[in-house]
């Protein structure tokens, strides 16, 4: 199994940008594809962006497109999200995730470990 460690949460102003980092440990980091989500108050659980094992392929949640990247360092057994043009509305805590599926996804029922999130809020 893999263990996950958010950190990169904080609290900024709409417009400014921020990096979520994941970084992993346990069973080899480029065995998984990698997802990052998001959960607002009261809300569940929702996709954000995911990558696969290799990097070469990203999806994106409509809301973030062209605002957020996802990337991997399977070196460093670290994802990111760079977040870009922040809005209040993306304020919520962010989790990353790692799947064992073939297929790169975007359901949360097929990322089988979690880390314990971090916060991330917007100002107006």
């Known amino acids: 199994q893999v263990q996950l460690v958010e950190s990169g949460g904080g609290l900024v102003q709409a417009g400014d940008s921020l990096r979520l980092s994941c970084a992993a440990s346990?069973?080899?980091?480029?065995?998984?594809?990698m997802g990052w989500f998001r959960q607002f108050p009261g809300k569940e659980r929702e996709f954000v962006a995911a990558?696969?094992?290799?990097?070469?392929?990203?999806i994106y949640a409509d809301s973030v497109k062209g605002r957020f990247t996802i990337s991997r360092d399977n070196a460093k057994n670290t994802a990111y999200l760079q977040m870009n043009r922040l809005k209040p509305e993306d304020t919520a805590r962010y989790y990353c995730a790692a799947s064992e599926t073939y297929v790169l996804n975007r359901a949360l029922g097929e990322y089988r470990y979690w880390g314990q999130g971090t916060q991330v809020t917007v100002s107006s």
């Open positions: 346990g069973r080899t980091f480029s065995s998984y594809h």
């Open positions: 990558i696969t094992w290799s990097g070469r392929t990203t």
